[in-house]
């Protein structure tokens, strides 16, 4: 280049390696600075069998035991799990009345995806936990609350079987959202579940 | 077996998968670093929890014995 004062070899040479030495320091920093993933997990709850609630809560509550930040998704029938028997709320049209007489009403009416039998293999189920001491739905529950696992409710499934917020058992910090918010979740998690 | 200075003394007898590990993880904020716990449990599905809790919590089993169906495992916290 014009202007310019060439250097001899052995000088270049120290150059290039200097200009290396430089590129490699900035990747070093680069690739320390981008963000793994973070202790978390992602879980969708999209079935609404006692069995599959059971086996998410377990690894929700086990998962934050360990030391992990917690987000779960209840979507489509899992959305039912979330009712509480003991809300009433108007303004249903007729197909959304059928929803919500159709779909089980809270977390203790969830059935055995296998071997409901009819109920009978369902509260069969439920006594040998009791006699096993297995935590129940409800406690499982409770404990994640007070161990900040973050429940985030479909919007879209609540508007498509008509519930509303205010029929859903209080829990701390629950909240409505969409599909971006679980992939925004899932996508910085190291974990991520569909059940 | 080693003697220990036990800080505590935690029953978690009779509880059942996921409780055993939920406890310990509420019982350690509770601990300075350092200090040792004992756990008695009946779980064994604990045998192989605590260690990988261990692991992923930044704490340490340091012993685990086993008498008639009781389960004793000392917590250090990290």
Known sequence: MPGQVPLDPGEKEIGMALDVERELAALKDAVAARPGPKKKLSMVVFSGELDKHLAAMIIATGAAAMGMEVCMFFTFWGTAALRDPSKRVGGKNIVERMFGAMLPRGRDRLELSRLHMAGAGTAMMKSVMKKKNVASLGEMTEIAGQMGIKIVICEMSMDLMGFKLGEMVDYPGLSVGGVATFLADAGESSIQLFI | ?78
């Open chain 2, 1 to 78: 077996m080693a003697a220990y200075q036990i800080a505590k003394s935690l029953d978690y007898k009779g509880l059942k998968c996921p409780m055993p590990i939920v406890k310990i993880s509420q019982e350690m904020p509770r601990l300075t670093a350092g200090e040792v716990v004992e756990v008695l449990t009946t779980d064994p599905g604990s045998l192989s929890d605590f260690p990988a809790w261990a692991k992923t919590t930044g704490n340490q089993v340091v012993e685990t014995t086993q008498e008639s169906g009781v389960i004793t495992i000392y917590v250090k916290k990290g």
